[in-house]
């Protein structure tokens, strides 16, 4: 291995994975080591001649350290550009030795606010100065130094070391570009945790500034129409069990209208402990059902609404072996996306090389699949500005349901009652929803008006062949008159959920009565526009 003349690193970082490897193999290469505090103790401990900033500057660390690395001979030697004769005549002029290399990472300020009981004072200690300054010195002039500001970035530098002496162009480029979109993430991660604070020490549910982080993803080839450019971007740390970790084993690039319905899908197949299928066309189901097995589940929800079925977008929340495969594969379909597919339903799909095959692991633990991947805050774009909320979460048990009607839900009816409500908070208000023997009959979605949605969704039900006699419904909403009610009783259901919380609600309760159905209030409203 070569020696490399005249390169000095100087290495400081609060995450020190792989340091003492990369510190270790830089030295071998005959690079000068400087380092600071802790890491430097951890460089000379593990035998590495190491010299201090201190030393190194002639200035001590002070007020606890908060004072180290803010020195010209730091950042003189980051910024001093090579190729310009009075910068390096000046550097010498005041002994400032060239730094090549800066491996830095910051102090845990995420880590440390998301800690519970973190105080204000924490916070605060855990805000970096010298480090982001030295990363945007070093990033600012990438044409003479490499800045690595992630660990995952010492095996490319070092090869490169390795086999030219010195980093290509192209890594400087993108290791400073990496390093501003640090500095910008944890600036906005500190804007975000202090204009969040209150008075009495608690945090805003919303700060006075919302910084957000999103890392694209893909170019997309065009929006919802043609004529309308896009791209795709995940957050900074994407939840396991979302769709943006989704990896794509075979078939075509995925379109925005793709992505848009298969995170509807994907959302809304979660919410089922059984094994499920959710059939999306437009950002609504159209079909769904729970099962013994997915090609059971698959077989009831396309009996729903086999029309609207062409050329959906499938979710499954278990994984598709040849059974369901051999079902799914008579049908046109955009997507399918399960948490894993079995070598007997590639294969089968093989022979369909547009079908999109999604696979998306879902994560261990927790009590329901409900909870994986879900955002904590949902977002919709206006006019020059955005609106926050806190996403619709909400999971109603039986124990929630308050019966309003002299008929009491028998045990069947009280199971189809809590799986049309799931599907309702799927479906684009004003939602009907007509299910039993866990799949969908009927789904009205989207009116302008609630008795509409009931009977478009009693027309679905006609088309496909479904008998609505002792169906389940759940209304997204209350009822504000009883015609809805009406409607979907003079339909064939038995029960119904709704919110409830309309001024009429006694004269609705009233008519459930007079029609002998029983009827149960959630308490929650699901609307979903």
């Not at 609504?284 to 077989?299: K, R």
């Not at 927790?366 to 991947?373: A, E, H, N």
């Not at 004269?507 to 002998?516: D, L, P, T």
């Amino acid at each position: 291995m070569s020696k490399l003349t005249a390169l000095t690193a100087l290495i400081s970082v609060s995450d020190k994975t792989g340091i003492v490897e990369f510190a270790s193999a830089l030295n071998k290469l005959g690079v000068r080591l400087l380092s600071t505090g802790g890491t430097a103790k951890l460089l000379a401990d593990a035998g590495l001649p190491v010299t201090e900033v201190a030393e190194h500057t002639g200035f001590p660390e002070m007020l606890d350290g908060r004072v180290k690395t803010l020195h010209p001979k730091v950042h003189g030697g980051l910024l001093a550009r090579r190729d310009l004769p009075e910068h390096m005549t000046a550097a010498a002029q005041h002994d400032i030795t060239m730094i090549d290399i800066l491996a830095v990472n910051l102090y845990p300020f995420e880590a440390t606010v998301a800690k519970p009981g973190c105080t204000l004072e924490d916070a605060i200690e855990n805000i970096d100065i010298g480090g982001p300054a030295m990363v945007r010195s070093a990033a600012k002039n990438w044409k003479d130094v490499t800045v690595l500001t992630d660990a995952g970035q010492y095996a490319q530098v070092l090869e490169e070391l390795q086999s030219s002496g010195k980093t290509s162009d192209k890594t400087r480029f993108a290791a400073s570009v990496a390093a501003f979109n640090r500095i910008a993430q944890y600036d906005a991660a500190i804007s975000n945790y202090l204009s969040a604070r209150q008075d009495d020490g608690s945090l805003a549910e919303y700060p006075a500034q919302m910084n957000s982080t999103f890392v694209k993803v893909q170019d997309l080839r065009y929006g919802e129409n043609s004529h309308q450019s896009a791209a795709l971007y995940r957050d900074l740390y994407p939840a396991p069990g979302s769709l943006v970790t989704a990896k794509q084993l075979q078939g075509k690039e995925l379109s925005y209208n793709n992505i848009a319905d298969a995170d509807a899908a994907w959302e809304c197949v979660k919410a089922f402990e059984a094994p499920a299928c959710v059939i999306i066309k437009h950002a609504n189901p159209c079909g769904v059902a729970v099962a013994e097995s997915a090609a059971a589940a698959y077989a009831k929800a396309l009996k729903t609404d086999p029309t609207s079925a062409f050329g959906g977008i499938i979710a499954f929340n278990r994984p598709v072996d040849a059974a369901a495969a051999s079902h799914v594969a008579k049908q046109f379909v955009e997507v399918l996306m399960a948490p894993g597919f079995s070598a007997e339903a590639r294969t089968i799909f093989a022979a369909k090389a547009n079908v999109r095959l999604l696979e998306i692991a879902l994560p261990a633990g927790g009590s329901t699949p409900f909870s994986q991947g879900r955002n904590a805050v949902d977002s919709k774009r206006v006019g020059s500005g955005i609106l926050l909320q806190t996403a619709d979460n909400h999971f109603l048990k039986a124990a929630d349901l308050k019966v309003v009607t002299t008929k009491q839900p028998t045990a069947q009816e009280l199971e189809d009652l809590l799986f049309a409500w799931t599907v309702a908070q799927y479906v684009k208000s004003n939602a009907i929803v007509f299910c039993a023997g866990g799949m969908t009959l009927g789904v009205g979605a989207g009116q302008m008006s609630r008795i509409d949605s009931a009977r478009i969704a009693k027309i679905k039900a006609e088309n496909a062949g479904l008998t609505l006699q002792g169906s389940a419904v759940a209304s997204d909403a209350f009822f504000p008159f009883r015609d809805g009610l009406d409607v979907v009783v003079d339909a064939g259901a038995t029960s119904v959920i709704q919110p409830g919380g309309s001024m009429r609600d006694d004269e609705v309760i009233a008519a459930a009565n007079e029609r002998g159905i029983a009827m149960v209030f959630s308490g929650v409203r699901h609307f979903r526009h």
